[in-house]
């Protein structure tokens, strides 16, 4: 998945509160960032980790960078929970998922059944 606009790199700080991050940027600019990840995120809290934010110009948000990605050392970890439909779409998309090849259409979140 491409991010539009690129990704800033960051020094996670603290999370607090489940949707604050305090981060640092590499100019040693210090900000709070939206985590739209209510969860523990257990191991991906962790102060010093190397993130990953988006910025938004819509002047109605409160914080206009989102907490995206944690480098975990082996891997880059998606914590913004808004995202993985539209990797999912963009990976079957792109023909990276074999297995979901040769579909005509690809639609999210499709209610199945009553309780879906």
């Not at 990704?7 to 996670?12: S, V």
């Not at 999370?15 to 590499?26: G, H, N, P, S």
């Amino acid at each position: 998945m491409k991010f539009d606009p690129l990704l800033q790199p960051a020094t996670l700080l603290k999370r607090y509160k489940r949707f604050l991050a305090d981060v640092r940027f590499e100019d040693g600019t210090e900000l709070t960032a939206h985590c739209a990840n209510p969860g523990s995120m257990l191991g991906l809290a962790e102060p010093g980790s190397s993130v990953w934010l988006s910025k938004s110009d819509n002047p109605k948000r409160k914080l206009p960078w989102s907490l995206e990605l944690v480098d975990v050392g082996t891997s880059l970890v998606g914590v913004h929970t808004g995202r993985p439909n539209a990797l999912v779409e963009a990976a079957i998309k792109a023909g990276k998922i074999p297995e979901l090849e040769g579909y005509e259409t690809v639609r999210r979140e499709v209610k199945y059944g009553e309780n879906s």
